[in-house]
T-cell receptor
Framework: AQSVTQPDIHITVSEGASLELRCNYS??????LFWYVQSPGQGLQLLLK??????LVQGIKGFEAEFKRSQSSFNLRKPSVHWSDAAEYFC????????????FGKGTKLTVNP | DTGVSQDPRHKITKRGQNVTFRCDPI?????LYWYRQTLGQGPEFLTY????????KSRLLSDRFSAERPKGSFSTLEIQRTEQGDSAMYLC???????????FGQGTRLTVV
């Protein structure tokens, strides 16, 4: 079965520091990959997506992610974190092989220190 | 169109009562998904519709759960005889195609007391 692993449950960074959130997926074919962000008590907002082509994808709010097939990874990065980036981040893979749905990781909670 | 709308945003109910949630997707979207999210977890798939047809239900969706999407427009999720373990955030999402870029509503938080 397809799965997504986010190894870091909680990450704390200082405002202005760089950020990398890790995501590993298990999927046999070329995956469709997504990063979503969720503020407390809110729904999920799409940050960026990868379907094919350039392995470095740009998203909203200054985020980017790099698809590395050899490592089965799709890590999210931001060069300089703002206090408003504090939220929970979810990596997801779209299961195309029959059960057509998003499969999510357990999320990484980001805390930003002033 | 302002996105996916869910109603109510919060629901507190007594154990054993029935509850119904509504989701209004983005109007041109033909796919509609229901997910459940508990504290500290990612969203877990419950069911999805392609237009009015319910194409898949997760094993998480016990017989007490039922979902409908009449005429391929809004959807309802009903939970009968609620249990404390049903307490969660119920998220609805819609998409234009099967490719998976789903847009989520703000969710309905259910508390069963």
């Amino acid at each position: 079965a397809q799965s997504v692993t986010q190894p870091d449950i909680h990450i704390t960074v200082s405002e202005g520091a760089s950020l990398e959130l890790r995501c590993n997926y298990s999927y046999g074919a070329t995956p469709y990959l997504f990063w979503y962000v969720q503020s407390p008590g809110q729904g999920l907002q799409l940050l960026l997506k990868y379907f094919s082509g350039d392995t470095l994808v740009q998203g909203i709010k200054g985020f980017e992610a790099e698809f590395k097939r050899s490592q089965s990874s799709f890590n999210l990065r931001k060069p300089s974190v703002h206090w408003s980036d504090a939220a929970e981040y979810f990596c997801a893979v779209f299961d195309q092989g029959g059960s057509e749905k998003l499969v999510f990781g357990k999320g990484t909670k980001l805390t930003v220190n002033p | 169109d302002t996105g996916v709308s869910q109603d109510p945003r919060h629901k507190i109910t007594k154990r054993g009562q029935n509850v119904t949630f509504r989701c209004d997707p983005i109007s041109e979207h033909n796919r509609l998904y229901w997910y459940r999210q508990t504290l500290g977890q990612g969203p877990e798939f419950l069911t999805y519709f392609q237009n009015e047809a319910q194409l898949e239900k997760s094993r998480l969706l016990s017989d007490r759960f039922s979902a409908e999407r009449p005429k391929g427009s809004f959807s309802t999720l009903e939970i009968q005889r609620t249990e404390q373990g049903d307490s969660a955030m119920y998220l609805c999402a819609s998409s234009f195609s099967e490719v998976g870029e789903a847009f989520f509503g703000q969710g309905t938080r259910l508390t069963v007391v």
